[in-house]
């Protein structure tokens, strides 16, 4: 019975870090609009003669993340193809001519428009055998993410429609959640970078973010895990999380996991005796093979710290997370440890059992001695 | 040695289609893009077009004529293109020798005032001699600028022409020949209406 009690005040403590990220992807929107003034035209502008020059002024408008945009401009006579620049004036100088396209050579920014070009004329000096004939002028652009894409040459790149054509990423307001909740003053043990992957949204293929986070183990030989789990809430696209990478690294080059944040499952990150630290690097990658399909998804992952360590005197209350959560609305899974209730029944059970033995002892004296 | 050989040509097909296989999957990269619709705007190009005819003339009229005969020759250009246009006409009227004066112009234009001369509306705008013939060029156009013919409209130059008729037969001399008229047109579009008539026939390369 002795043991029993002396092992329940050798009691295993448990400290929780919550914290919750948002990862989201962006996507690239542009649209072509005709910004010819209508009283620029005159009645019988679709009539044009040599020499004339009427207005058509297409412009592209950025309504996702920056990019790079290339034009095509497309001149037809009776379905035959002509020089464009026999028949387009005031094509803009910030566009430079690579095979088929137009390219601009500049990051296109949010909701930044570019110019293609000013007019269609018909040059004076038109051989008489145009007359009549059906001239044709078309336009599109195209546009990929600036980041991690190489605008040099001509892209040899598929170039698909986003699939989203109401998106503005102006409108994208929703705030970035990324907040650190630390139980039983755990901050002295685990230091994450603070705001901890704020920059995990917009994401592009091809981005990486990383963060750093530090374990101080200051008091008790200790051993430390980390969970992540997808936060369950409607609007998650759990296929993006297949999709991210996730790499946590020791900063000795040991490697603690390497693979999609979906497929993580908890496992150890550290085990300190007191007064030692280990720091860990954490990557967040979106692969640059997705396309579009994976463009305008979001999700939320919480990270679980757990630690555990024996010889703590004065074990600290835990605060269950849902009651600072309950304020915002948010709902975070509780992981904290039941082992303390156990080993209180078992010592109050212990108390009583040991109390009750000693009074069944004197008992048994008081009716020996009478 | 044939078998080692074979066996090392079979490794290296392997080990180069392995080679490709990495590069093709390390090489696969996409990103988020985006296409716009086709802006599209359609135009015709303008025609110019017309038409000369001579609604009076009867050829077998000018067959045998004598001296001071009026024939009806009318040349009226018509515009049956879509655009308006600028009209010239280029006569050419043949010579001979007339009471001892050589080169002299065999027939007169008559306008419809039965007087000698175009139609009003018309300016001469030049006068070429050359062996046999004189050629003049006429522009449909006010003393000042140039007229333009509305598509469907027309403008005759002149109505008639008087062959010569000479007062002595020993010192003329008459041969056949031919009043040839040719007509021209160029738009309106961009071509001042001041502009000097023979700037703008200068276009046509006469």
Not at chain 1, 34 to 46: G, P, V, Y
Request: glycine share 6%; hydrophobic share 35%; net charge negative.
């Amino acid at each position: 019975m002795c043991m029993i009690i002396s092992g329940s005040l050798a009691i295993a403590d448990t400290i929780n870090t919550i914290q919750t990220t948002s990862i989201s992807t962006t996507a690239v929107h542009i649209e072509i609009e005709d910004f010819t003034q209508d009283d620029s035209i005159e009645q019988n502008a679709l009539l044009l003669m040599p020499g004339d020059s009427v207005s058509f002024v297409p412009k592209v408008v950025n309504y996702g993340t920056p990019c790079y945009i290339r034009a095509k401009i497309d001149v037809k006579m009776d379905g035959k193809s002509e020089d464009v620049e026999t028949f387009i004036g005031g094509i803009s100088s910030s566009l430079e001519k690579r095979g088929d396209y137009y390219y601009y050579n500049n990051i296109v920014g949010e909701n930044e428009t570019i110019d293609i070009f000013e007019t269609v004329k018909l040059p004076s000096n038109i051989e008489n055998t145009y007359q009549g004939k059906e001239l044709l002028v078309e336009v599109h652009a195209e546009a990929v993410q600036a980041r991690n894409f190489d605008p040099g040459g001509q892209w040899n790149i598929e170039i698909e429609e986003t699939l989203d054509r109401h998106y503005s990423i102006s409108d994208d307001t929703e705030p970035v959640e990324s907040k650190v909740i630390y139980q039983n003053e755990t901050e002295k043990y685990i230091k994450n970078s603070n705001p901890f992957f704020l920059e995990s949204v917009n994401l592009v293929p091809g981005d990486e973010i990383q963060e750093e986070i530090l374990i101080e183990n200051i008091q008790y030989p200790s051993k430390f895990t980390l969970d992540i789990q997808s936060k369950n809430n409607d609007g998650q696209d759990i296929d993006l999380l297949e999709k991210v990478m996730l790499k946590i690294t020791a900063s000795d080059g040991t490697q603690i996991y390497n693979g999609s944040i979906k497929d993580y499952t908890l496992r150890e990150i550290a085990n300190l005796n007191s007064g030692e630290t280990k720091e860990l690097i954490a990557t967040i990658s979106l692969p640059a093979e997705l396309g579009n399909e994976y463009a305008l998804k979001k999700a939320s992952i919480l990270w679980i710290y757990n630690g555990e360590y024996e010889g703590k005197e004065n074990p600290d209350v835990i605060i269950d997370p849902d009651e600072k959560d309950s304020q915002n609305g948010n709902k975070t899974p509780i992981t904290g440890d039941i082992k303390l209730d156990f080993y209180l029944v078992l010592f109050i059970l212990s108390t009583i059992g040991l109390f009750s033995t000693i009074a069944i002892n004197n008992k048994k004296e008081n009716l020996e001695e009478r | 040695m044939k078998t080692n050989s074979k066996s090392n040509r079979k490794k290296l097909i392997a080990v180069a289609l392995l080679l490709c296989l990495v590069l093709l999957i390390g090489g696969i990269s996409a990103y988020f893009t985006d296409k716009t619709e086709t802006l599209s705007n359609t135009y015709t190009v303008g025609n110019i077009e017309i038409e000369l005819t001579e609604p009076s003339w009867v050829a077998a009229n000018a067959q045998g004529i004598m001296p001071g005969d009026e024939l009806p020759k009318d040349p009226t250009v018509e515009n049956t293109g879509s655009s308006d246009a600028y009209v010239f006409v280029k006569v050419s009227i043949p010579t001979g020798t007339v009471d001892g004066t050589a080169d002299t112009e065999l027939f007169t234009l008559v306008n419809s005032n039965d007087q000698d001369g175009v139609n009003a509306g018309w300016v001469q705008v030049s006068r070429t001699a050359e062996t046999g013939k004189v050629t003049y060029v006429y522009a449909y156009a006010s003393a000042t600028e140039l007229t333009p013919v509305e598509s469907g409209d027309t403008a005759t130059l002149f109505n008639k022409v008087r062959f010569v008729n000479p007062t002595d037969a020993a010192t003329t001399t008459l041969t056949n020949g031919s009043i040839d008229v040719t007509a021209y047109a160029i738009q309106t579009n961009n071509i001042p209406a001041t502009t000097a008539p023979a700037t703008v026939f200068a276009n046509f390369g006469e």
